[in-house]
């Protein structure tokens, strides 16, 4: 019995030793070194893979609209300022230069659809001969973007 006592004595004091690992974080700074390597390139290869959007630096005021529907993300835009510019898919051109883009893009891409996006003070003519190119292209589907009204227009 007096052994059996003894060698309960002997390890009690082991169950109640703390461990004390010799590598910590805050001991060794260099053990974060992987994973800020880690993270820097994981947040590298996320900008490398994000599209850049590139728009025009001029204003376009769309007209309100109470009718909100939406459109896909890859569709071509042509885009008409109060000054008279425009912009197909980001790209400045003339209203002449339109009818061959659009057939090239309608060729290369098989886009059947686009997107006007006119300011207020652009002539309905102007808009009506994009419209008219844009269907001698072969594009079925022609949307006119607006801008949410929130009620500053009363709609009969």
């Not at 004390?20 to 001991?27: E, I, Q, W």
């Not at 070194?33 to 994000?50: K, S």
């Amino acid at each position: 019995m007096n052994k059996i006592l003894n060698l309960s004595s002997e390890h009690s004091g082991i169950r109640w030793r703390r461990y004390r690992p010799r590598l910590r974080v805050l001991h060794n700074p260099f053990g974060l070194v992987p994973l800020v390597n880690l993270a820097l390139l994981i947040l590298l290869f996320m900008l490398l893979q994000a599209a850049f959007v590139r728009q025009p630096a001029y204003q376009v005021q769309l007209p309100a609209g109470a009718f909100l529907s939406g459109a896909p993300q890859n569709l071509m835009v042509v885009t008409l300022t109060q000054e008279g510019l425009l912009f197909f898919d980001d790209e400045r051109l003339t209203l002449e230069a339109l009818a061959m883009a659009l057939k090239n893009a309608v060729r290369d891409r098989k886009a059947a659809a686009i997107v006007i996006e006119a300011d207020v003070r652009v002539p309905y003519g102007v808009i009506a001969r994009v419209m008219n190119m844009a269907t001698a292209a072969g594009i079925k589907q022609i949307d006119l973007a607006t801008r949410p009204s929130f009620g500053e227009e009363v709609m009969p």
